[in-house]
């Protein structure tokens, strides 16, 4: 017997969308561009390094998460936005290149936390340095204007 996933009801769908103008197209398409030079940037930079950027993100994700220097396995999965063997799979890649250490979770010996190695640290905090001076380059060229539609319409949907 087949099983198939069904998708929720989309939430937004029943929202009041707001009417856009001329010039919120013109700035959600130009935050749209420079989003993707800024991720293709962020790609190129981490193959450079001899990391996927995916091996990045979870880097990325460990060393940022918020209160702690570690992650389990199922938190990195969300904010990853993938799938529980997925990012398994991932964190095996990353313990491979020595980026990281899985140990059995302090509360919860069921649960793996996930933390940086030494090569790992020093890796992530030079490419989040280079990345933040994209992103201020960016800022600079007038991607800050494109944030503005996005504000602009979370506000009127929280309205």
Not at 76 to 96: D, F, P, T
Not at 113 to 124: D, R, T
Not at 129 to 155: C, F, M, T, V, Y
Request: glycine share 6%; net charge neutral.
């Amino acid at each position: 017997m087949d099983h198939f996933f069904v998708s929720p009801p989309c939430p937004w769908s029943t929202m009041t969308v707001p009417v856009l103008s001329k010039q919120d197209f013109e700035r959600l398409a130009d935050f749209r561009y420079r989003l993707r030079q800024f991720l293709r940037f962020s790609e190129e930079l981490a193959q450079e390094h001899g990391i996927t950027p995916l091996q990045y993100l979870l880097l990325l994700q460990v060393q940022g998460y918020p209160g702690r220097d570690w992650a389990t396995v199922a938190e990195l999965a969300e904010r990853l936005q993938s799938h529980h063997h997925s990012v398994v799979g991932l964190i095996k890649r990353c313990e491979e290149q020595e980026l990281v250490k899985k140990t059995p979770g302090r509360q919860d010996g069921r649960q793996v936390e996930v933390s940086l190695l030494p090569k790992g640290q020093e890796l992530v905090a030079k490419l989040a340095a280079l990345h933040r001076e994209e992103l201020l380059l960016l800022k600079n060229l007038g991607g800050a204007q494109s944030l503005d539609l996005l504000q602009n319409i979370h506000r009127s949907l929280q309205d």
